[in-house]
């Protein structure tokens, strides 16, 4: 896995350079599953309902270059260690940039369903008169 600086980050955004953007989303999936892990640790009960791994690192990686990379763009390393982090190593800033951005795309993906348990059914909406 290679080291990436915001520079870095930018010059192969701006290029559209296809071997570096396929180097970046390659390094960057180890740090969306971590991103879904923190989620699952944190909020075990989404577990039930949680779409594949795999799924959600194909959504994240999409969220993340969409509109030519907008999210991504968004990450200041700056703004990072003003933020009170203390991260002096670009990198692992925008890890952790990465894994909050997964996290919350991960858990908007969760859809509930109401179910039903012994001895009791689920309640269902009043329809229209």
């Not at 012994?118 to 329809?127: E, F, I, L, R």
Request: charged share 25%; net charge positive; hydrophobic share 45%.
């Amino acid at each position: 896995m290679s080291v990436w600086t915001a520079a870095r980050l930018r010059q192969v955004l701006d290029a559209h350079d296809r071997a570096g953007l396929n180097a970046l989303a390659r390094d960057l999936m180890p740090t969306v599953l971590a991103g879904r892990a923190v989620l699952l640790a944190k909020r075990p009960y989404f577990q039930a309902g949680q779409p594949s791994k795999e799924d959600d690192v194909q959504e994240v990686l999409v969220a993340l270059f969409r509109d030519d990379a907008r999210l991504l763009r968004k990450f200041d390393p700056a703004a990072a260690r003003a933020g009170g982090d203390g991260a002096d190593d670009e990198d692992a800033a925008l890890r952790r940039f990465i894994i909050g951005v997964s996290a919350g795309r991960c858990s908007a993906r969760i859809s509930w369903r109401p179910t039903r348990t012994q001895g009791s059914s689920a309640a269902s909406p009043a329809s229209p008169g």
